[in-house]
Nanobody
Framework: VQLQASGGGLVQAGASLRLSCTAS????????VGWFRRAPGMEREFVAA????????YYADSVKGRFTTSRDGSRNTVFLQMTSLKPEDTAVYLC????????????????WGQGTLVTVSS
């Protein structure tokens, strides 16, 4: 599975952005897709994930209530809708895939895409 994240940009605090993670391959629906982010000088951290069926999603406490992830199976795409963005959300956002339904650690993910930069100004 090859993944590509897109949709990042420079926004002001309080704004919204929607990131996309597009996958190649017909087996994409067999994978849970997770979102991670890496802020400057920080370790990669879990943000959100959506299960293979798309029926369940889970989030880091820092984004709960502000971010929503969803998937469009027909387009092999997973979205991360981000609202009420804060300067501390500034990071490179990456999507990843795992065959497990619940995974919040980087080592649990087998496939990684290139990241997209989100910058939130105050």
């Amino acid at each position: 599975v090859q993944l590509q994240a897109s949709g990042g940009g420079l926004v002001q605090a309080g704004a919204s952005l929607r990131l996309s993670c597009t996958a190649s391959g017909r087996t994409f629906r067999r994978f849970t897709v997770g979102w991670f982010r890496r802020a400057p000088g920080m370790e990669r951290e879990f943000v959100a994930a959506i299960t293979r069926s798309g029926d369940s999603a889970y989030y880091a406490d820092s984004v709960k209530g502000r971010f929503t992830t969803s998937r469009d199976g027909s387009r092999n795409t997973v979205f991360l809708q981000m609202t009420s963005l804060k300067p501390e959300d500034t990071a490179v956002y990456l999507c990843a895939a795992t065959p497990n339904d619940y995974a919040t650690h980087t080592f649990e993910y087998d496939y990684w895409g290139q990241g997209t930069l989100v910058t939130v100004s105050s």
